[in-house]
Structure formats: structure tokens, C-alpha cells
T-cell receptor, first 111, second 117 residues
């Protein structure tokens, strides 16, 4: 059973702080890793993807991948109240594009 | 990012009727599209994988005769909820897979909120 695990939260951080979201996956054959943001009542929005070990930065977001530890994380710097949402980690284990989703971590950024 | 549209965004129908939801990839071709449903405060649940030109692959527990999927072109997949009942009321979201090099990225439509009365 291929699994993607996330802490459901809620993770509460003050405005301006760094929010750290974590995800582990079970299948070592996983190839691509994605972070989606989902606001309440809306559909998920792709915000980051990472394919290689290491860090990938895009604006205030940094994705980190460690395939040896089967671990992927998302850092949000200078967190804003508008970052408050559920963050979904997703892993692609096959070439057809099907993703295995975690259950999501709810992030709350307090002003 | 890529753009995926869904229509309608909201629909209210009477019990026993059928509802068709369209999913379109607007700026890329998608050989594979996916249909999810999501209940309030719950996780996404994959219903089926829609492959252009072939039959959809349904997840365990999803009735293929109730949720009809047609993927007739590289930019359009449709989900028809047949003989809808109140328990089918949910948020239905499609996604389309776009190939990028050796990997695939999945982009979601805005979702369709179905209410069956």
C-alpha cells in the first residue's frame, strides 16, 4: 500500500514566521513530489514541485526533498494570514501521472 | 501554470435526474484526467482515471454505471452522475495531467459543487 503521510495539524504560526510542513512517503520508487494549497471550499492549487534531492526555492516557498529518508517538506518564509490553508503533499509513483495525496496539513497564520 | 476549467461551477438537481460535469484543459493536451470528490472538511477521494480514447479506470467502491466518464478528446473529459441521490451531493473536482520532461504535473479545475434535493 503506497502511502503519503502528513500531520493533519492545525499548525499555527505567527505572521512573519517560517511555517514548516512535512511529508513522508512509503514507496522508494516515487519519482516526483508536489505541494498543493487548498483554501476552504476551493480546489487544490499547485504551488511547488520537486524532482531531485535538495532544495528548490520559489519566492517565499522552499521545497526540500530527501529521497534517502523518504521525506519532503515545504517551508513558507514570512508567513502571511493569506497563507492560511490546507497544504497537500502528493507523490507520483508511476509514469502516467497518477498522484498519491496525503490528507493535508491545515496551516493557520495568526496576525 | 496550466489552466483547467470545469463547468458548471454549481448545480442543484432533483433526486433521480442526471448531471453532466465538463472538465477542459485549456492550454495543453491531457491524455489523462482524473475525477475526485471531496466532502466537507474531508480529504480528496480519487474516483476514477480518465484516459483519452479508452475506458476509464474506477477506484474500488466507485460505481462505474452511476458515474459515467467519457474522455473523447485530449482536452475534454466529462463526468455524468446518473440517477442522482442526496448522498451524491459533494464537491467534484477534475484534474488534468500535463507531461513535463520525464514527469507529469497535475492541475486541478475549480470544482463543481453538486447539490441533490
Amino acid at each position: 500500500q503506497k502511502e503519503v503521510e502528513q500531520n493533519s495539524g492545525p499548525l499555527s504560526v505567527p505572521e512573519g514566521a517560517i511555517a514548516s510542513l512535512n511529508c513522508t512517503y512509503s514507496d522508494r520508487g516515487s519519482q516526483s513530489f508536489f505541494w498543493y494549497r487548498q483554501y476552504s471550499g476551493k480546489s487544490p492549487e499547485l504551488i511547488m514541485f520537486i524532482y531531485s534531492n535538495g532544495d528548490k526555492e520559489d519566492g517565499r516557498f522552499t521545497a526540500q526533498l530527501n529521497k534517502a529518508s523518504q521525506y519532503v517538506s515545504l517551508l513558507i518564509r514570512d508567513s502571511q494570514p493569506s497563507d492560511s490553508a490546507t497544504y497537500l503533499c502528493a507523490v507520483n509513483v508511476r509514469s502516467q501521472g497518477n498522484l498519491i495525496f496525503g490528507k493535508g496539513t491545515k496551516l493557520s497564520v495568526k496576525p | 501554470g496550466a489552466v483547467v476549467s470545469q463547468h458548471p461551477s454549481r448545480v442543484i438537481c432533483k433526486s433521480g435526474t442526471s448531471v453532466k460535469i465538463e472538465c477542459r484543459s485549456l492550454d495543453f493536451q491531457a491524455t489523462t484526467m482524473f475525477w475526485y470528490r471531496q466532502f466537507p472538511k474531508k480529504s480528496l477521494m480519487l474516483m476514477a482515471t480518465s484516459n483519452e480514447g479508452s475506458k476509464a479506470t474506477y477506484e474500488q467502491g466507485v460505481e462505474k454505471d452511476k458515474f459515467l466518464i467519457n474522455h473523447a478528446s485530449l482536452t475534454l473529459s466529462t463526468l455524468t452522475v446518473t440517477s442522482a441521490h442526496p448522498e451524491d451531493s459533494s464537491f467534484y473536482i477534475c484534474s488534468a495531467s500535463r507531461r513535463t520532461g520525464s514527469s507529469y504535473e497535475q492541475y486541478f479545475g475549480p470544482g463543481t459543487r453538486l447539490t441533490v434535493t
